[in-house]
Nanobody
Framework: QLQLADSGGGSVQSGGSLRLSCAASGRPYSTYCMGWFRQAPGKEREEVVSIDSSGTVTYLDSVKGRFTIAHDNAENTLHLQMNNLKPEDTGTYFC?????????????????????WGQGTQVAVSA
C-alpha cells in the first residue's frame, strides 16, 4: 500500500520560494501517476501539477514558469519547487497518487481516481 507524507510548507513573502516534498513509502511512487493539489480557504481544491503514465508533466496555467517538479527516486520522494510565489498561491498543498492500468493496445494509463493522499502542508504567501 502506498503512503504519502507531505512537508516543506511555510510562510514567505511574495517573490519567495518554497520546496515541497512528497515522501512515498510502501511502493515506489514512480509506478503511479502523481499530482500536487492545493486548496485555498473557501475555495475548491485545484490540481496544480500532474504526471501521467508516460511521465508527461502538466502544470496549472497560473504556475507555469514558476513551479517545477523534481524527482528523487533514490529517496522515493517527489518535490515541488515553487519560485516567485504570489499571495494567490496560498493554501494547503497535497500530493496525491493514482494507480496505472495496462492495456495491450495503449500501454499504461492512469486510473481515474486519486486514491492516495498526503496529509497536506500549509503554504502562506504575504504581499
Amino acid at each position: 500500500q502506498l503512503q504519502l507524507a507531505d512537508s516543506g510548507g511555510g510562510s514567505v513573502q511574495s517573490g519567495g520560494s518554497l520546496r515541497l516534498s512528497c515522501a512515498a513509502s510502501g511502493r515506489p511512487y514512480s509506478t503511479y501517476c502523481m499530482g500536487w493539489f492545493r486548496q485555498a480557504p473557501g475555495k475548491e481544491r485545484e490540481e496544480v501539477v500532474s504526471i501521467d503514465s508516460s511521465g508527461t508533466v502538466t502544470y496549472l496555467d497560473s504556475v507555469k514558469g514558476r513551479f517545477t517538479i523534481a524527482h528523487d527516486n533514490a529517496e522515493n520522494t517527489l518535490h515541488l519547487q515553487m519560485n516567485n510565489l504570489k499571495p494567490e498561491d496560498t493554501g494547503t498543498y497535497f500530493c496525491a497518487a493514482k494507480g496505472r492500468i495496462f492495456n495491450i493496445n495503449d500501454g499504461f494509463r492512469c486510473m481515474a481516481e486519486w486514491a492516495f493522499w498526503g496529509q497536506g502542508t500549509q503554504v502562506a504567501v504575504s504581499a
